[in-house]
């Protein structure tokens, strides 16, 4: 197996207010593979049962890109419609993780997101960004569709502006265009004024009531609860896709550049 599939890594700290942080990293922009979307997603439910965690922040490394979605080797790597439902699924995890886990969730996003970047940053509670986090969802260029982020942007800024992201597929929309559009709730000029926003946040949100946090999460997500079912099939219909001829000619020519 190629080396920069397996690289990468999540790290999870929490400190003495019960602020936990999830960071996930990969060399290759923060492209996520299956393995470290799982990691990812199981770290996201499994520190949301800790009752030590009262609000968790949810981050990648580095200063440029917070999240370039989905491995590219690995979707060349896709043989049939079981490889390919498998494989997007691994964004499916991550956001029904986020959707379910009953501690309110903080994004904070320092760069571009891209494809399932957007979903990842889409599935938080409450959004912080960088004025260099433009996003694009360019899944059409390469034959298939962000069918299982789908949801999880439209529920955050409804379906003209989601068909607006989806459709301009070569695009990136700007920071500030997310945040007009509720993605983002905040924007800072640098990722100090970045940490400082969110580490302020948070410490405002373990002063409340945890038990009404959870209620209010509850409510949040309030008519996904069939979500299971529909990143799933959303996960096939890409899975399906992902075998034509155009996505890996597409595919491809991209690695190529």
């Known amino acids: 197996m190629n080396d920069i599939l397996i690289a990468g890594k999540v790290e999870t700290t929490t400190d003495a207010q019960g602020i936990s942080t999830i960071s996930f990293f990969h060399p290759s922009h923060n492209s996520l593979p299956g393995a470290l979307l799982t990691q990812l997603a199981e770290t996201i439910t499994t520190v949301g049962q800790d009752p030590t965690t009262k609000v968790i922040i949810l981050r990648s490394e580095g200063d440029r890109t917070f999240c370039a979605g989905a491995s590219f080797d690995e979707l060349l790597a896709i043989e049939n419609e079981a490889q390919g439902l498998a494989f997007f699924s691994g964004f499916a995890k991550v956001i029904n993780a986020c959707r379910t886990c009953p501690k309110i969730i ?23 960004a960088t004025q260099q986090a433009a996003v694009k969802l360019s899944e059409l260029i390469i034959g298939i569709g962000p069918f299982v982020v789908g949801p999880a942007v439209e529920r955050k800024i409804g379906n003209a502006a989601f068909a607006h992201l989806a459709l301009n597929a070569t695009e990136f929309q700007s920071a500030e265009w997310a945040r007009e559009r509720g993605l983002y709730a905040t924007l800072t000029d640098s990722i100090p004024a970045l940490d400082g926003a969110v580490a302020t946040f948070a410490a405002t949100l373990v002063g409340y009531n945890p038990e009404a946090l959870a209620e209010m999460k509850r409510v949040l997500w309030t008519g996904t609860e069939h979500w299971d079912t529909l990143l799933a099939e959303r996960a096939a219909i890409s899975g399906r896709l992902a075998l034509s001829a155009f996505t890996r000619n597409a595919i491809q020519q991209f690695k190529a550049r």
């Open 106 to 128: 903080i994004g904070r996003v320092q760069g571009k997101a891209i494809g399932g970047g957007v979903g990842v940053a889409a599935a938080t509670d409450y959004c912080f």
